[in-house]
């Protein structure tokens, strides 16, 4: 017998039919004699809807009431699906983020997991029950509700799997397992059987979409396995583990990418201290997210600085930043509205020598161009321009030896 | 500066631009130097939409998760309010049945409100808040969600009114008050300025259906003065409170009346011990409210026997005694499909003889048959033809002196 906690997103539960069928297979999990834990996401489009009302009201909702107003989406979920299994004759209880409890911080809209009560799971559960929590919902030090951000109900699950010591945390979502990269435009992409958090990490922000960051972080503070898998289908999917020895055989686990990037440059900047705290303060102030940021070797007290920035902040970084270069004195600023990045990451970077010089060889040969380099660990980033993106996806895919050689050409 | 609870109906809130109006409302009262609890219900359609949601899923959902689904309604309405009160640059927080918290009995669906915390409301009063409470909803002792069935938002205002010590508790509506019989049948009717508890549960449960009648009991228990008035006017509107001297003045304060009744009668049953308990087990087991009962005085040892039941019963009830008729051995069983009650109500009544011969007189006079009589100490009903209906009240209303003269006939 195991103690499962699974997952379903809003796209599993976007309507009665889909909770119908979401509630016969964690019935079939719990006749083959495990507990369940359930947590759900708001059917598909009603958070979206939720906060359109609120935008209806004001431009600006206040964001204590606006986490009361749409943390009623996982509510209705919860309900329903436990109503579901009742007609099916089983038992089943729904629970919302105060009655679980589930305590977070006061940030409203992003509050974060504190710690989570389970003595009324457990007890629901050792009564033979299948046990619904609303994802995305907790309730701060004042018994105020929050809610956890898009996404939030990937993190309710792994930190209720981490607080229940479950034997795994399964996320049932509409693809079918992590991939060595975007099958959409790399057709041989492979689905992994593994892979460690800290690949993860970096796949998930460095463009693929299928986990929660956060949710990650928290698997792997907790040790929590989580399996990635399929709401239409039984088969296996991937499972997010802690590093193996296994792992570092393979030198390269997956290939990232990010598009609709920029890139800034200000040239020939005078190499002293605080300059760059005076170049990025009035762009972290306007709340824009710096990606990556690269500095020449300075050459008689010049320096070249070159950062990436979201397409959608690029006239904004560049008026700001021309507003200070003026005032530090460097000569000009230029700019990149299309860049994209493509990333190898793999644990087994760590012991295999000469990745990224494979990695630029690969890009040099299709004569793209690379314009900066960044790297970590486990990680290697290119900036190139955006319309080489799918082209350096497919290289570097082929050339780290990930393709799926039963699968045809495009 | 008095301390006042307001609670606005499903049609009061029932668009963000209805919210916004309620809002601009308890603003007023607000400026105006009184501490405001608003009870909201959820907007006009909204827990229709989600019990049939909940019958899309099983015909038979289960009453705990039921709950858990409707009680969504009143919270969209409290948080959309206060972002509302907030864009007008006043303080509001809202507040679930759980916060609050509100303790009441787990009889799902219709539970009964058992205490009151006010801690944290009287705390958020006097930081100058305008408080926002989810109306309908409360926390059983498991700490599970309840509802208290229809109408409980009236109770849930005259309840928080009463552990508040609340100056008086106003009932917002879309009529301006309480009215000495129904309007749109007798043109002349005239709002009350003030009427007893005892009268205006009378009122209500004989078929006026301006307030929920558990809220009324609740006002009476705890002597909370009731201001039922109009949502789209500032005029004063009905105080329902205590009996007072004055009261006794008026022989007769209005005129109530319910239709779709039916009359079953069973002729000439063996008046043994133990007969009505065989005749009523069947009807009572099957859910049927029976309303009105009447037995003639015994002659010979047989006894007629008459009772009122919904309309819509009426069918299943005649098949239940037409069953025990036989085997207690009565003579026959009598139905009449079409009745109609017609009541007199007036704590006057206990100081004025001859109101039920004036009301019988009153009937006679328009060759108006009665049926079947019942009276207790306020309250005179007599069971008539359903055609007779509009014309006795009417008539009622005139011999008791409660047309408005002012205005005209209709």
Redesign the interface.
């Known amino acids: 017998m195991a103690l499962i906690v699974q997952k379903y997103g809003g796209t599993s539960v976007g309507s ?1 039919e889909k ?2 069928g979401v509630a016969e297979r964690v019935v079939k999990h719990h006749k083959e004699g495990n507990q369940i834990v359930v947590v759900l996401s708001a059917m598909a489009g009603q958070t979206d809807f ?1 906060i359109q ?2 935008h ?3 431009d ?3 964001p ?3 986490d ?2 749409v ?2 989406g996982e ?2 979920s ?3 699906f ?3 299994v ?2 099916m004759g089983y038992d089943a ?2 629970f ?1 983020g ?2 679980v409890a589930i305590h977070t911080s006061n940030l409203y809209g992003k509050a974060r997991i504190h710690n989570i009560e389970t003595d ?1 799971i457990v007890k629901e559960l050792q009564k033979g029950r299948i046990v619904a929590v609303a994802g995305f919902q907790g309730l701060d030090e004042n ?3 929050t809610t956890l951000g898009r996404g939030g109900s990937d993190t309710t699950a792994v930190a209720l799997a981490a607080s229940l010591k479950a034997d795994v945390c399964e996320i049932y979502t509409d693809v079918d397992g992590v991939y060595t990269t975007d099958p959409s435009i790399c057709p041989k992409a492979k689905r992994l059987d593994f892979i460690s958090y800290e690949e993860m990490l970096e796949m998930a922000s460095q463009g693929a979409k299928v986990l929660e960051i956060r949710s990650v972080e928290f698997a792997k503070k907790y040790n929590v396995p989580i399996h990635v898998r399929s709401t239409f289908s039984n088969e296996r999917g991937t499972m997010v583990i802690a590093e193996t020895k296994d792992m570092e055989r393979v030198m390269v686990s997956g290939v990232a990418y990010s598009k609709n990037d920029s890139r800034v440059t200000i040239k020939k900047v005078p190499d002293k201290p605080g300059v760059a705290s005076q170049i990025f303060e009035p762009i972290f102030k306007s709340g824009i997210v710096v990606d990556m940021i690269v500095q020449n070797t300075s050459e008689d007290g010049l320096t070249d600085m070159t950062f990436t920035v979201p397409q959608s902040d690029f006239y904004k970084t560049m008026k700001l930043v021309s507003g200070v270069a003026g005032k530090i004195g460097a000569e000009k600023v230029l700019g990149d509205e299309g860049v994209a990045k493509v990333s190898i990451i793999g644990v087994g970077m760590r012991s295999h020598a000469g990745v990224a010089q494979k990695m630029f060889a690969a890009l040099a040969k299709e004569n793209i161009n690379i314009m900066m380099i960044s790297t970590s660990e486990i990680k290697v980033s290119c900036v190139i321009e955006e319309k080489y993106t799918e082209l350096a996806v497919r290289v570097l895919h082929k050339a780290f030896g990930l393709d799926d050689e039963k699968k045809a050409n495009q």
């Open positions: 009665i909770i119908r939720l009302l609120a209806e009201m004001t600006d909702p206040d204590r009431e606006l009361v107003l943390s009623t509510q209705v919860v309900a329903l436990a109503m579901a009742k007609t209880r729904s919302l105060f009655q009324r018994g105020d509700i």
